[in-house]
């Protein structure tokens, strides 16, 4: 698919992975159905108040643009993925969500259950958004619409933690925000709860 990779590709491929230039679909369970008149968004857990929005009030938000390179755990990776939708800093520094003095982890509580979760300091980061929309049009329900958690890498940004893909949960429904770390669905399973690229963190045993 790809011929020989340039130096500057080479440096945003992290160990272990491969380019693509399709966008693969993978998740566990079925694709729910989404009805937009009733879908919420909750915040709640270690902030000053809780926090739900209607898809109204969330669509109308203060939005982001983010170019990234994204790295799934199954080894494909595709770079300059262009991603809209509203950062997690955006909601603090608007007072929308105020979190405790004791929080220091958030779990992405998504459909059917599931979870997946990281460090409030790796969400606040620029790297990481609640994405509507993907290359300018809004996400496809296989691909998580009507909201998603994205996390990606930033080529040159040498500052942020960059993890697997699989840390941005699907079809999201709220943020817990926590004291402690909460393992989610996969990590469970025995993924690895850091999930760094560049360390090939795919398994626990790792």
């Not at 694709?31 to 000053?48: A, D, K, Q, S």
């Not at 799934?72 to 800093?89: A, I, M, R």
């Not at 850091?194 to 626990?204: G, K, M, Q, S, V």
Request: hydrophobic share 40%; with cysteine.
């Amino acid at each position: 698919m790809f011929g020989k990779l340039d130096e500057e590709t080479k440096k945003r491929l992290p160990p272990g992975q491969h380019l693509t230039d399709r966008f693969p679909v993978l998740h566990y369970g079925p694709v729910p159905r989404m009805n937009l008149e009733t879908w919420m968004f909750r915040v709640w857990g270690e902030v000053e108040k809780p926090l739900a929005l209607t898809w109204q009030e969330f669509s109308a938000l203060p939005r982001t643009r983010l170019r990234m390179d994204i790295h799934c755990v199954t080894t494909w990776s595709k770079l300059d993925t262009v991603w809209e939708g509203v950062s997690l800093k955006t909601l603090l520094d608007s007072g929308l969500i105020v979190p405790t003095s004791s929080a220091r982890f958030v779990i992405q509580h998504a459909e059917y259950g599931y979870t997946t979760n990281l460090p409030l300091e790796v969400m606040l980061a620029q790297n990481f958004l609640l994405a509507t929309h993907y290359e300018g049009q809004p996400l496809t329900p296989e691909h998580g619409a009507p909201l998603r958690g994205v996390c990606g890498a930033i080529p040159g940004r040498d500052d942020l933690k960059d993890v697997y893909f699989w840390k941005g949960a699907k079809w999201l429904r709220g943020l817990e925000f926590l004291g402690t770390d909460v393992p989610g669905f996969w990590e469970r399973a025995g993924y690895h709860n850091e999930a760094d690229i560049w360390l090939e963190e795919r398994r626990a045993d790792d």
